[in-house]
Nanobody
Framework: QVQLVESGGGLVQAGGSLRLSCAASGRTFSQSVMGWFRQAPGKEREFVATIGASGGSAYYVNYADSVKGRMTIFRDNAKNTVYLQMNSLKPEDTAVYYC??????????????????WGQGTQVTVSS
């Protein structure tokens, strides 16, 4: 079983920055595809970014079009942590942000259903 704990959310003005962290338990972190998703009130959970596991697909990354150029996903396998650096934030980025992990061998995906483990979420609010 993998446990994920997000942190780093908060209130920021438009144009500001935040860095989200997701600390994972377990010994398979480096073998796991990791993703960030978000869910705004009244909306479905949506893909934000994903990063590959170590190995042949090391550090493959993919982003939703809405965040490309503004957000960066990266990981530190020594710390079992994945990050989401968010810059130039907009009010429409306001949502609960969730970290997700796939079991070893899981392929990259933008679908929430492809991920096996989820954190509890951290609120990001961007004021105009």
């Amino acid at each position: 079983q993998v446990q994920l704990v997000e942190s780093g959310g908060g209130l920021v003005q438009a144009g500001g920055s935040l860095r989200l962290s997701c600390a994972a338990s377990g010994r398979t972190f480096s073998q796991s595809v990791m993703g960030w998703f978000r869910q705004a009130p009244g909306k479905e959970r949506e893909f934000v970014a994903t990063i590959g596991a170590s190995g042949g697909s090391a550090y493959y990354v993919n982003y939703a079009d809405s965040v490309k150029g503004r957000m960066t996903i990266f990981r530190d396998n020594a710390k079992n942590t994945v990050y989401l650096q968010m810059n130039s934030l907009k009010p429409e980025d306001t949502a609960v942000y969730y970290c997700a992990a796939g079991k070893p061998g899981t392929s990259f995906s933008v679908r929430p259903g492809a991920y096996d483990y989820w954190g509890q979420g951290t609120q990001v609010t961007v004021s105009s």
